[in-house]
């Protein structure tokens, strides 16, 4: 089957720890994407990227860092930095750049105590 | 930041009933997309309607935008309790190309059995 796969689904850190989300899509897809959602909002871009060994910040970048060394992966690391890190964290892609819809991961919940 | 901003929050509507929900954005867009979410799940891609168009239909959806006063609507028409979900709304940059979306909050509906 095509698509994005994220995990775990569930996880759990403690405070101060770095923590690393997977990305995983075989849907040959240049561009990728990492939003969070806080309960009852919408979603915030934190990175993307358009091509291999390329990634932008988004509008909420700062605690997080991510990298792109494959087209099919695009992991997301929560670093201690993050004020407020309990989130969940949705992952996403289109073919290229601009102008299409984005498929979605299933998202993981991160809890940091 | 948000563009995109829902109404109502919530809608509670009983099966069989048409579901009307409203996104208003602030700047020029390409397209403007609709996304399904189901409760701890990711979004699924539901319409993305093109700038120069002003209508556009999938099965029970009707999507409409007006450009001019920048905002555009979602009708599920004849509800089911399994359209239970949140729906959001999302807007390209405009004049960028990379596939960074904007969403609103969502609006929450709840089909009653």
């Known amino acids: 089957d095509g698509g994005i796969t994220q995990s775990p689904k569930y996880l759990f850190r403690k405070e101060g720890q770095n923590v690393t989300l997977s990305c995983e899509q075989n849907l040959n897809h240049d561009a990728m994407y990492w939003y969070r959602q806080d309960p009852g909002q919408g979603l915030r871009l934190i990175y993307y990227?358009?091509?291999?060994?390329?990634?932008q910040k988004g509008d909420i970048a700062e605690g997080y860092s991510v990298s792109r060394e494959k087209k099919e992966s695009f992991p997301l690391t929560v670093t201690s930095a993050q004020k407020n890190p309990t989130a969940f964290y949705l992952c996403?892609?289109?073919?290229?750049?601009?102008?299409?819809?984005?498929?979605f991961g299933p998202g993981t919940r991160l809890t940091v105590t | 930041s948000q563009q995109g901003e829902e109404d109502p929050q919530t809608l509670s509507i009983q099966e069989g009933e048409n579901a009307t929900m409203n996104c208003s954005y602030k700047?020029?867009?390409?397209?403007l997309q609709w996304y399904r979410q189901n409760s701890g799940r990711g979004l699924v891609h539901l319409i993305l309607?093109?700038?120069?168009?002003r209508e556009k239909h999938s099965g029970r959806l009707r999507v409409t935008l007006d450009t001019s006063k920048k905002s555009s609507s979602l009708l599920i028409t004849a509800s089911r309790a399994a359209d239970t979900a949140s729906y959001f709304c999302?807007?390209?940059?405009?004049?960028?190309?990379?596939?960074?979306?904007?969403f609103g909050q969502g609006t929450t509906l709840q089909v009653k059995p």
């Open positions: 996403a892609s289109t073919p290229t750049g601009g102008f299409y819809e984005q498929y």
């Open positions: 700047t020029s867009i390409n397209n």
């Open positions: 999302a807007t390209d940059m405009g004049s960028s190309n990379t596939g960074k979306l904007i």
């Open positions: 309607i093109r700038s120069n168009e």
């Open positions: 990227s358009q091509i291999v060994n390329d990634f």
